[in-house]
């Protein structure tokens, strides 16, 4: 019965085995890294992503309500937004009667440090009391004119003397 049957057995040798093990040695680390970096750079992606947020909100708060005035401030935000610490600097700028107001976020992740910068340029008080009005803002041109609180661009324009 079995002799007329011819019986060939396939599979993989010893060497074959070895060979595919080695491969998967090589490339499963690789690829795992690969996936792990894709990963942190999202979660530095979405921190910073809310790190610019807060500091537009520590900037907007800054500027409507003058605070900005009351010299360098550092705080953490506490537990709303845990991890995240808030620093406010304001020094004069070139043009008389201005000054830029900088709010930096930072927060720690995975033991490095990151951080997010955003600044405007604001009217000093004594431009504001000069000119008559009281509101300071951003995006002005030092005339005493305020075209709105939180803006983080900002251009001068032709307002140097001399031109």
Partial sequence: MASGIRRTQRGFTFVEVLAGMLFMAI?????????????????VADRKREAGRLAQMILDEAVATGTWRDGDQ????????????????????????????????????????????????TETEDASTDSGTTETGT?????????????????????????
């Fill in 27 to 43: 490339v499963l680390p690789v690829a795992i890294e690969g996936i792990s970096l894709s990963h942190r750079v999202g979660v």
């Fill in 74 to 121: 550092n705080q953490e935000f506490g537990e709303d937004w845990p991890g995240y610490r808030w620093h406010l600097t304001s020094v004069d700028w070139t043009e008389t009667g201005l000054s830029e107001v900088t709010a930096e976020v930072t927060f720690n992740l995975l033991g490095r440090d990151y951080g997010v910068a955003l600044t405007t340029i």
């Fill in 139 to 163: 995006g002005s041109s030092g005339s005493g004119s305020s075209s709105g609180f939180g803006s983080t661009g900002f251009s001068l324009g032709s307002t140097r003397s001399g031109s």
